[in-house]
């Protein structure tokens, strides 16, 4: 007879490590694995399930929490859940209901009740193993899914838009591989500006779809609703009309954000200047997260505060990676002076640069457009660390100077110096 296996899904270790305390003695004795990274819940299960039962932590009592939890009970029929709550859930009662949770827990919650719980909840897994568990891969995903990364930022002006288009640019020119922007800035998306597209559609009309579908068939289609870069960046599009963000939800966000990265080996989600509900469900479906400010100081206290929030909302920090964006001299602040209020360091720290405008003029990342200049040179410089350790050394990183040649004659024939409207 094998080990009852325990998940403990919380942005904390706290409850699994009180789980594995009360369970010590029991025979034979549950084998208790804690995810704190919620939205990676899927590719546990995929990887180390199936879970007898599943125990959700406080992190979980928002209503994108509730929604994520009905899926997983959908998906996973024979596995018993159990809720274990600070506070009272954000959804309503017919939510809760849905989830067919076993027992709903009031922490702080002594061992005595927490091992019954527990107990009662590995006793009714055995009366559903009968029910076969559909093994969870992603929303229509045939193999691994996506390396996410989110660019965020506390103050507007950070240049979130112009990092995600030149880290979606790196590795789609280093790597054989895919890379996708999904525009989560709803209401002001600057993507398709920035890349000067005319998108078609938008993430509305993805979801608009998704409301008569299953998520896979969100995922196989998704390519439908994406426009493609001359350099080979795909991006789906925010709405056109800012009312539209409205509707769009956190569960929504985190079903298209999965469909992409079903589909593609980079996510790059590019977010308002705001930590909503959506651009934390965001935040719950990525690899990593890259927190931009530039060198001025209500930039940089907003840094910390930002930070902080995330520590607080047990958003693991090995995740988190800073950018200081248009560095200048004689502004009153110098970089030493902003790096020892952050104890992390700075992957990069990118100069102020007359090109970066240029290049957003003519739609094109500064990396293709001047991939000599300075800030080209440092942003590849950090972002070459993504890359594998044998392929870093063919990322040429040297001598600043004039934009390429090749490029920007190619790109003065190609454009008119009148913009257009994307």
Known sequence: MRNPKLLVLDRSDELADQIRGVVDDVRPRPQVTSCTRVGSVG?????????????????????????????LREDHPAMAMVLAFDHR????????????????????????ALLDSVARAL?????????????????GSTGPLGHVFTIASATGGCGKTFYSTNLAYFLTQHTDKRACIVD???????VSTALRLRPRYTISDALQRADDTEDSELAAHIDDYIVTHETGIHVLAAPKDPSEADRISPPDVTRVIEAVRSRYDYVIVDTPTALTEVVLAAFDVSDELYVMATLDLPSVRNMAVFL????????????????????????????????????????????????????INVGMPVLGFAPRAEVSRRMAEGMKMLL???????????GGGAPSSGWFSRLRHRHSPQLSNP
Do not use: C, W
């Not at 299960?45 to 009905?70: C, E, H, I, N, Y």
């Not at 006793?123 to 929303?139: F, H, I, M, N, W």
């Not at 964006?325 to 502004?331: C, G, L, Q, T």
């Open 123 to 139: 006793d009714l897994s055995g009366t559903r193993s009968s029910v076969p568990a559909p093994a969870y891969v992603g929303v």
């Open 89 to 112: 859930p954000d959804g309503r009662l017919r939510d809760i209901v849905r989830i067919g949770a076993v027992d709903l827990l009031q922490l702080p919650i002594d061992d005595t």
């Open 43 to 71: 590719e546990l299960l995929l990887d180390d399930g199936p879970f007898d039962v599943l125990v959700a932590g406080s992190s979980l009592a928002t209503k994108t929490g509730l929604t994520r939890l009905q899926r």
């Open 388 to 398: 594998p350790e044998d392929q870093r050394h063919l990322v040429q990183v040297g």
């Open 308 to 359: 902080n929030t995330l520590e607080k909302l047990k958003i693991p920090a090995d995740n988190v990676r800073l950018i200081l964006n248009k560095e200048e001299s004689d502004v009153g602040i110098s970089v030493a002076q902003v790096t020892k209020m952050f104890s992390q360091g700075f992957s990069s720290v990118l100069p102020y640069a007359k090109d970066v405008s240029k290049s």
């Open 184 to 190: 989560l800035d709803l209401q002001f998306g600057e």
